[in-house]
């Protein structure tokens, strides 16, 4: 699948230009593919700067499907893309779904 940009969503908005944002992204590709170089291709336009959170969750299918995944991610890199308005997340650190009940 590809980038879906209504996946993404602004949590919480920095409180000056250096602060970081927090994002949430729900897709249906896994995070191999989240955190390639550009797959946000809008980020620069959305406003995403580089150190910002972005949350991951892989979903079977948007808007709300059931979640398989999370993962914690930063941005690594804006500007990336033929047009200079992607960004490149980090490889993202996997929050382990644990339910001992």
């Known amino acids: 699948m590809a980038y879906v940009a209504s ?7 920095g409180l000056s230009n250096s602060s970081m944002n927090v994002w949430l992204l729900d897709s249906t590709d896994a995070i191999a593919t989240v955190n390639t170089s550009n797959y946000i291709s809008d980020g620069v336009t959305r406003g995403m700067a580089q150190g910002d959170l972005v949350w991951v969750r892989t979903r079977a299918s948007l808007p709300a499907g059931a979640v398989s995944a999370v993962h914690i991610c930063f941005v690594l890199d804006v500007g990336t893309g033929t047009d200079g308005f992607g960004v490149d997340v980090t490889d993202g650190l996997a929050v382990t779904a644990t339910d001992t009940d």
Do not use: A
């Not at 996946?7 to 908005?13: E, H, I, R, V």
């Open 7 to 13: 996946g993404l969503k602004l949590l919480t908005g």
